[in-house]
């Protein structure tokens, strides 16, 4: 009898295709029969938003093999056609209207600005669902989303979608059953340093209370022109395992992004992990204590950080 697959979440890819080609072997190979879950966020920013958007039409579906929940940036594209559609009837009398970032010149660049051209994606785009939960055999949930969620009765839809797309406070999970696996907030912002106190996985995953960032802002090693010293990872999670899977190692990642020698890149790595501390992250030690012995093991959670 052949094993059942993991579950493994994707952070935003933002448009970095091959990086993100890259991973999704790695975890196939390994594990053939997975699900791979997107965080949303895989438009805009990168290098290769067409290619992107194009396999995740072609493969994402509902309960699929492939699946995604919808990113900020999605829900950017879809209020933005909205508008672009009442101009494109109109007599054009008013401007065109553009999209905050660059999806509407990936999609003139490829001569699929036009209505018939745009109908199946936003179409695509419209059906991502906000919030997906894989649940383990002991009763632990991960609440795949976005950004963050909410799970106050008193909270009304509108109130938990806002959460889901946009909300960047990421420390404020009291759930005892519920891990939520979000992207949004890189972990090489300030921001997210700020709330983070293991601040050894700077652009890699990273680990609040219940809470797991698979953000590591891969897209902005693509576009900072400075030889930065930490990675800009596209990140992967095994639900099941809570282990991580990159798509390069730290010296291919340095090597990569700061066009730099392999001598060189294996320095910064070793720059870079010099600043880990040997302890495990505590909020990463307490979620695999509750993977393995279900709620029982939240009360030594509690004990330690109230």
């Given at each position: 009898?052949?094993?059942?697959?993991?579950?493994?979440?994707?952070?935003?890819?933002?448009?970095?295709?091959?990086?993100?080609?890259?991973?999704?072997?790695?975890?196939?190979?390994?594990?053939?029969?997975?699900?791979?879950?997107?965080?949303?966020?895989?438009?805009?920013?990168?290098?290769?938003?067409?290619e992107?958007?194009?396999?995740?039409?072609?493969?994402?579906?509902?309960?699929g093999?492939?699946?995604?929940?919808?990113?900020n940036?999605?829900?950017?594209?879809?209020?933005?056609?909205?508008?672009w559609?009442?101009?494109?009837?109109?007599?054009?009398?008013?401007?065109?209207?553009?999209?905050?970032?660059?999806?509407?010149?990936?999609?003139?660049?490829?001569?699929?600005?036009?209505?018939?051209?745009?109908?199946?994606v936003?179409?695509?785009?419209?059906?991502?669902?906000?919030?997906?939960?894989?649940?383990?055999?002991?009763?632990?949930?991960?609440?795949?989303?976005?950004?963050?969620?909410?799970?106050?009765?008193?909270?009304?839809?509108?109130?938990r979608?806002?959460?889901?797309?946009?909300?960047?406070?990421?420390?404020?999970?009291?759930?005892?059953?519920?891990?939520?696996?979000?992207?949004?907030t890189?972990?090489?912002?300030?921001?997210?340093?700020?709330?983070?106190?293991?601040?050894?996985?700077?652009?890699?995953?990273?680990?609040?209370r219940?809470?797991?960032?698979?953000?590591?802002?891969?897209?902005?090693?693509?576009?900072?022109?400075?030889k930065?010293?930490?990675?800009?990872?596209?990140?992967?999670?095994?639900?099941?395992t809570?282990?991580?899977?990159?798509?390069?190692?730290?010296?291919?990642?340095?090597?990569?992004?700061?066009?730099?020698?392999?001598?060189?890149?294996?320095?910064?790595?070793e720059?870079?992990?010099?600043?880990?501390?040997?302890v495990?992250?505590?909020?990463?030690?307490n979620m695999?204590?509750?993977?393995?012995?279900?709620?029982?093991?939240?009360?030594?959670?509690?004990?330690?950080?109230?």
């Open positions: 009898m052949q094993e059942k697959g993991k579950h493994y979440v994707i952070g935003d890819v933002h448009g970095c295709y091959e990086d993100f080609l890259l991973l999704k072997e790695k975890i196939e190979k390994r594990d053939p029969e997975a699900t791979i879950i997107l965080t949303g966020d895989f438009l805009d920013r990168g290098p290769e938003v067409w992107m958007l194009g396999w995740a039409m072609e493969h994402i579906r509902p309960g093999k492939y699946q995604s929940v919808l990113g940036h999605e829900e950017m594209v879809l209020e933005w056609y909205r508008e559609r009442l101009w494109y009837q109109s007599d054009h009398q008013k401007k065109e209207p553009n999209t905050y970032y660059d999806f509407d010149m990936v999609m003139r660049s490829h001569d699929a600005l036009a209505p018939e051209k745009l109908d199946p936003m179409e695509f785009l419209g059906k991502l669902p906000l919030r997906i939960e894989v649940e383990m055999d002991n009763g632990v949930k991960f609440d795949i989303v976005h950004a963050s969620d909410i799970f106050e009765p008193t909270v009304n839809e509108e109130e979608r806002e959460r889901n797309l946009w909300w960047r406070s990421h420390d404020v999970n009291r759930q005892k059953d519920i891990i939520i696996v979000h992207g949004h890189p972990t090489v912002s300030g921001l997210y340093q700020y709330m983070d106190s293991d601040r050894r996985h700077r652009g890699m995953i990273g680990y609040l219940n809470d797991i960032n698979v953000d590591g802002g891969c897209f902005i090693g693509k576009n900072d022109s400075r930065l010293p930490y990675p800009c990872m596209l990140c992967a999670i095994c639900l099941e809570l282990e991580e899977i990159y798509p390069r190692t730290l010296e291919e990642q340095f090597a990569c992004q700061n066009g730099i020698s392999e001598k060189e890149a294996k320095k910064v790595a720059e870079y992990c010099s600043q880990w501390e040997t495990e992250n505590p909020h990463l030690q695999k204590k509750l993977l393995k012995n279900g709620f029982q093991q939240q009360k030594v959670y509690e004990d330690l950080f109230g």
